[in-house]
């Protein structure tokens, strides 16, 4: 097989992957709290064809060999974690950040994931208690009064409160009467590279990484620049503009890649028919 | 056997070649910091040709002739590519025009003077530690934090800084809150202080002794004295927030590969009408 050929299929595949990342930001472009996605390319391999001695002409412009390169891959795929425009919405439950943080969710299998989602409900544990969860039932974990980290419980007959600092508090019928059900609990991202998006809107740490590589807790307040905003939702970071014209640029660069594979399947016609 | 047959052979070989290289360029219309290659085509050595066989006396030269092609070279042309705006801290471009004292360079980055000297535009690059602890080079400025706190390549190969080591952040530092300052200074926005790990940025004086590796990233083969750190004459700049895009030219890829194909599918046809004058040979000069 020849090497434009194979050249062209690689980098059609590494393009075709950048195309299904365009395809997901823009189908998240109304999805509440979504990040997107960005990749890069990188070129492949080059091996180096030898030459002899011989080969150094006065005239020879680069050290001996010639360079054949493999094409280009897709590389360093991670969210783009910049801040999303603020809707709002009026419901108590949902809640936005502005600034640099997630809110922490608990994962059924009973793991930490991330997210920017604040599209909370009141929803139930497995005995039936009413808690603080995502809309796929998933509970945020909050900095309980007693010191502990677990799901926010809003006792009956009372609403949620949270303040721009995050402390959440539980507010009676009255409107008067408070009581204090914890602190959100809000972590940082220091390495947009080791968090890996999953299902629901989600963010967890990359396999075989302690959590605290990547993440760090933090407090809202004025230095931090993080505030919450209940009754908003942060809307996708995805930019339909900037995500159209990086659209058309893979794709032309996608098609060129094609035109250069027919080209070489043509070479290799012409090579078949030399004998008439 | 005829002699240009071969000639015709060498020359598919050779516009093979330069479709590959092509081929190569669009595959990396999109990769950041990429060098455009174009294939460089020299002719094999001219011999003499000598009329002989009809006595001493009669020989007689009749002239030089180029038996074929090769494609000898390939050049990367290490020209500045456009940045685009990405808004990444992560992200760095360098802007260059290197001025060397009595020379102007041209369109294409290179000065020829009086005496026929070819000189190119001295070019400035990141430098990195590979896995196997060895400098490579590039234009590529899309980094990222690994969990140790190192600034890393796509690849994970180390960026290195102005002390020669690798480039390692305090571990619970992120990247937003790092910012390029002065003298290619990290500066921790938080706290305003220093972080004291400056990127190490190397100016090649010929970057046509640089050999592309893959993965963004060129080994400098050449010996003597051809590299050292950039020092404060050196006209450039360093971006953060920004990529360098490919130079590679779309339009003129497009008619490369146009021509290198027909330029192959011109040698065929020479090899077949070479066939066909061997068939008239084999099957019509002897008939009786």
Known sequence: ???????????????????????????????????????????????????????????????????????????????????????????????????????????PAGNRAYTRSGSFKMGMDAAGVPMLTTAEGYPVIAQLPNGEEGPVRVPDGYTLRVSANGQIEGVAGDGVTAVPLGRMSLVQVMKPGVLTPVADNLFVVADGLEPEAAVRAVVPNDTNRISLMQGYLEQSNVNLTDETTELMIVQRAYQMSARALTSSDTMMGLANNLRG | MLRGLYTAAAGMVTQQRRHDTVTNNISNLNTPGFKQVNAIA???????????????????RLGAVNTGVFAEESLSIHLQGDLSATDRASDFAIISDIDVPGMTFDASGKYVDANGQVTFQPQIFFTLQDRNGETRYTRDGKFTLNNEGFL?????????????????????????????????????????????????LTRIENPN???????????????????????????????????????????????????ALRAYEANQKVVQYYDRSLEKAVNEVGRV
């Open chain 1, 1 to 107: 097989m020849n090497s434009s050929m194979i050249n062209a299929m690689v980098s059609m595949n590494g393009m075709q992957r950048k195309l299904d990342v365009l395809a997901d930001n823009i189908a998240n472009v109304n999805t509440v709290g979504y990040k997107r996605k960005e990749a890069s390319f990188e070129d492949l391999l080059t091996n180096m064809k030898q030459q002899e001695q011989a080969f150094d002409q006065p005239t020879r412009l680069t050290p001996l060999g010639f360079n054949q390169g493999w094409g280009s891959r897709l590389t360093l795929v991670q969210p783009d974690l910049s801040q999303g425009p603020i809707q709002p919405t009026d419901n108590v439950y949902d809640i936005a950040i502005q600034g640099d943080a997630l809110f922490q969710i608990q994962t």
């Open chain 2, 42 to 60: 020299r002719s094999f050595p001219e011999m003499l040709i000598e009329l002989t066989g009809l006595g001493e006396e009669h020989n007689k």
């Open chain 2, 209 to 259: 002794q640089l050999v592309r590796e893959g993965n963004s990233k060129f080994q400098l083969v050449g010996e003597g004295n051809v590299t050292r750190p950039v020092n404060a004459q050196d006209r450039f700049e360093v971006r953060q927030g920004y990529v360098e895009r490919s130079n590679v030219d779309p339009s003129q890829s497009m008619i490369d590969i146009m021509a």
């Open chain 2, 152 to 200: 890393v390549t796509g690849d994970g190969s180390f960026v290195l800084g102005a002390d020669n080591n690798p480039i390692q952040f305090d571990p619970n530092i992120a990247i937003d809150q790092l910012i390029l300052g002065a003298n290619h200074q990290f500066i921790d926005s938080v706290t305003g202080l220093e972080t004291g790990e400056q990127l190490l």
